[in-house]
């Protein structure tokens, strides 16, 4: 199977795939303007395959005007440094998660997982830090594409979010699940607060959306509300 730069996911969205054919996802979504605006920016060696992917879709860094993270892990804010610096665009995240950012440092593990506090002193959660511009907040509806709303999904971390693009009905769940070998929890290890994300979570099954795309895993595009709800039903906290 030959891996595609962008994957289009509806009219004006694409996933971008920046490890594998999808084992580390970002999207960008264009605008009637042909701006574009990019959500993640994969570990800190994703850019180029980030400006690949943007010029499959016709794109140059020069388009991006805005940079969305979902969060301050380093497989979502590692590249944004720099493909900050090639687009000159500014990043925005949820004011929680602000601070981790800007200090280039992952906020801490849940230190009631086994394992949590050793998984944190080995793998450091370090990246390069990232000027952060403006603080979301949840509820906030971004001037993307037609309107992108800003979903507060904490537990993976303080300031996680998810993301609905309005027009089109796709979901960005960001971490708060996963889509590897099927719909999961993200790893416990990896969150600040494991039974907060199951907790919060629940909130993707009363939007209102078509397609789910994760960031880690492919998109789902055939009842993906229906089956998202499903999981959730399935593992209640």
């Given at each position: 199977?030959?891996?595609?730069?962008?994957?289009?996911?509806?009219?004006?969205?694409?996933?971008?795939?920046?490890?594998?054919?999808?084992?580390?996802?970002?999207?960008?979504?264009?605008?009637?303007?042909?701006?574009?605006?990019?959500?993640?920016?994969?570990?800190?060696?994703?850019?180029?395959?980030?400006?690949?992917?943007?010029?499959?879709?016709?794109?140059?860094?020069?388009?991006?005007?805005?940079?969305?993270?979902?969060?301050?892990?380093?497989?979502?804010?590692?590249?944004?440094?720099?493909?900050?610096?090639?687009?000159?665009?500014?990043?925005?995240?949820?004011?929680?998660?602000?601070?981790?950012?800007?200090?280039?440092?992952?906020?801490?593990?849940?230190?009631?997982?086994?394992?949590?506090?050793?998984?944190?002193?080995?793998?450091?959660?370090?990246?390069p830090a990232v000027d952060v511009a403006e603080p979301l907040a949840d509820g906030d509806l971004l001037?993307?594409?037609?309107?992108?709303?800003?979903?507060?999904?904490?537990?993976?971390?303080?300031?996680?979010?998810?993301?609905?693009?309005?027009?089109?009905?796709?979901?960005?769940?960001?971490?708060?699940?996963?889509?590897?070998?099927?719909?999961?929890?993200?790893?416990?290890v990896l969150c600040t607060d494991f039974r907060m994300t199951q907790e919060t979570a629940h909130v993707?099954?009363?939007?209102?959306?078509?397609?789910?795309?994760?960031?880690?895993?492919?998109?789902?595009?055939?009842?993906?509300?229906?089956?998202?709800?499903?999981?959730?039903?399935?593992?209640?906290?």
């Amino acid at each position: 199977m030959v891996r595609s730069p962008a994957v289009p996911l509806a009219p004006g969205v694409w996933r971008i795939p920046t490890a594998g054919r999808a084992l580390v996802n970002s999207y960008a979504l264009v605008d009637d303007d042909g701006s574009v605006t990019l959500v993640d920016c994969g570990v800190k060696r994703a850019p180029a395959r980030i400006v690949r992917g943007l010029a499959a879709i016709g794109k140059s860094p020069a388009d991006v005007v805005r940079i969305i993270l979902t969060h301050a892990h380093p497989d979502h804010a590692g590249g944004a440094a720099e493909v900050a610096r090639r687009t000159g665009a500014p990043v925005v995240a949820h004011a929680a998660d602000v601070e981790y950012a800007r200090a280039g440092q992952a906020p801490p593990r849940d230190p009631t997982v086994s394992g949590g506090r050793l998984f944190a002193r080995l793998s450091g959660g370090r990246f390069p830090a990232v000027d952060v511009a403006e603080p979301l907040a949840d509820g906030d509806l971004l001037p993307v594409a037609g309107g992108l709303r800003v979903v507060h999904t904490p537990g993976h971390s303080p300031g996680h979010v998810s993301l609905l693009h309005e027009p089109t009905r796709v979901l960005i769940t960001g971490d708060a699940l996963f889509n590897v070998a099927g719909i999961r929890w993200s790893v416990k290890v990896l969150c600040t607060d494991f039974r907060m994300t199951q907790e919060t979570a629940h909130v993707l099954g009363e939007l209102e959306y078509d397609l789910a795309a994760f960031t880690h895993g492919p998109e789902i595009a055939d009842n993906a509300r229906e089956q998202i709800r499903a999981f959730l039903r399935r593992h209640q906290p």
